[in-house]
């Protein structure tokens, strides 16, 4: 009898290897390699190889030029959601929604199928973590005990396409979480990469022929434990990912791909007592826990998606007592903070080897935008100076390596944000080649990051007497 073969996959990445190993050699991770039992390449997700001798049919190629209607949407009415979602579900799509858990993901589904069966649209929840009884109890505390929605608790994926399959399909399905769903057909445990591959699969293909919105939720494990939500986004039309700081009441749903709408848009959500509350109005919240005039602070006119939002970034500059001074940043990229003071350094002559720099970006946002670093120099050359930047003054600006300042996309909209938030100036990129945006704000063009410096330094009180006064 011919031995089975082995396979062993990696939890992380999905790389199948024909032995085991303590590091993947595919993602760099530890520990995430298990054997999965019968996982051959074809079921692993791969297509299925072109074995046989039929001969190909042929199909029918048309011109890119034609009708093509729009996708008709599902409004839930939650707009938030709606938003991120391109407006509204997609009949007929699948959407992955990923995130740490406990975050929120099932909170922030019940309700938007709750005000998406209030619609009139049959909707079905299917929890394969919680039982029945819970997800009635969360929904009591949410205000939606009443709402038309159908639940289900199971994890066995025939039995819940048998049972969707059986009568009218739904206009939209939560599978909460896909970690939790299994398929006969394989062998492994459910969380592993095979049975998370096969069973989105067959939700995906579901949607498509039934034409229902089809929403997975996955959760994000650092540990590799359990296969994260990577190994389903090629197959789904839409990805979203629900981030926050658990400290912190906000909570941020971005679209990282989307097939139907823009991505990078975003959401902004409170967790509150009756569940997650939207907010329409970012940069309001973003803004309004903002200290009286201290340094160190400085305000970025960010876009995120299609929306303007401003939020304050906060950097503190003290002397380390450490061999390698620490360098702590919260909702940016630490190589991008390395890459600024390194600018600093260079071409301003502002040294802080010996220092400790620590970078907030205030309400738990991430901020991916180049156009960030000159807000992040601006809260750096603040602390360092001990001068306030004006508190109505908001700033943005991309800084190349040589210390000059770039030019950055959508300034008029960043600049109306301001505006509209009550802000009197700006401090933005100069540029010979554009003429200046139209506002009513008082604006400081600044070409390279020293101009900046010496514009701070101008007003700063000197350290020296106060370090003087302080022994
Ligand atoms: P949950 O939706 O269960 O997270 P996930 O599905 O992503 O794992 O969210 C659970 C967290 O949300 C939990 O810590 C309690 C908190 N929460 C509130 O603060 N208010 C509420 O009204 C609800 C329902 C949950
Ligand atoms: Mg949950």
Not at 118 to 124: H, L, M, Q, T, Y
Request: proline share 5%; net charge neutral; charged share 20%.
């Amino acid at each position: 009898m011919a031995r089975a073969s082995r396979t062993f996959i990696c939890q992380a990445c999905g790389a199948v290897t024909p032995r085991w190993a303590g590091r993947c050699e595919s993602c760099g991770e530890w520990n995430t390699i298990v054997e999965e039992a019968g996982a051959s390449s074809g079921v692993a997700g791969g297509p299925p190889q072109l074995v046989g001798k039929t001969k190909g049919r042929h199909i029918a190629l048309v011109a890119m030029a034609g009708e093509t209607a729009e996708p008709p949407r599902l409004v839930t009415g939650v707009a938030e959601f709606d938003r991120v979602c391109g407006g509204g579900l997609v009949p007929g799509s699948a959407l992955l929604i990923g995130g740490d858990p406990g975050i929120g993901k099932s909170t922030l589904l019940l309700q938007a199928m709750a005000a998406l069966g209030k619609r009139g649209a049959e909707v079905v929840y299917i929890s394969g973590e919680e039982a029945i009884a819970q997800v009635r109890m969360r929904a009591r505390r949410l205000g939606l005990a009443d709402a038309p929605v159908q639940l289900g608790a199971e994890t066995n994926l025939k039995d819940i396409i048998a049972t969707l399959e059986n009568g009218t399909p739904p206009a939209a399905v939560v599978i909460d979480s896909i970690q939790t769903m299994w398929t006969e057909a394989l062998e492994s445990a459910p969380g592993t990469v095979t049975q998370v591959r096969a069973t989105a699969q067959d939700l995906v293909r579901f949607a498509k022929r039934h034409g229902t919105a089809v929403i997975l939720v996955g959760h994000v494990t650092k540990d590799g434990q359990i296969a994260g939500p990577r190994v389903v986004e090629h197959m789904v039309d839409a990805v979203i990912y629900f981030e926050g700081e658990r400290g912190h009441q906000f909570r941020i749903l971005r679209a990282v791909k989307n097939r139907f709408g823009p991505a990078n848009e975003i959401g902004v959500f409170e967790m509150g007592e009756l569940g997650l509350q939207e907010v329409p109005n970012p940069s309001a919240l973003f803004l309004g826990e903002r200290d009286g005039d201290t340094n160190g602070s400085a305000v970025f006119a960010g876009i995120e998606g299609t929306r303007p939002v401003l939020v304050e970034i906060q950097a503190l500059v003290a002397q380390s007592s450490l061999g390698t001074p620490r360098r702590a940043v919260v909702g940016w990229d630490s190589g991008r903070l390395s890459m600024v003071l390194a600018v600093l350094d260079a071409r301003c002559g502002l040294t802080l080897g010996g220092q400790d720099v620590y970078l907030n970006v205030a309400g738990g946002l991430r901020i991916n935008e180049p156009a960030a670093d000159l807000a992040v120099a601006g809260a750096l050359v603040s602390s360092i100076t001990g001068t306030p930047l004006p508190r109505d003054c908001v700033i943005f600006g991309e800084i190349s390596l040589s210390g000059a300042i770039r030019p950055v996309s959508q300034m008029e909209a960043r600049l109306k944000e301001a505006e509209k938030l009550g802000f009197k100036r700006a401090i933005l990129p100069a540029s010979a080649a554009r003429a200046r945006p139209a506002t009513g704000l008082d604006v400081t063009e600044i070409s390279d990051l020293a101009g900046l410096v010496a514009k701070l330094a101008a007003g700063s009180k000197p350290r020296t007497r106060e370090r003087a006064g302080e022994i």
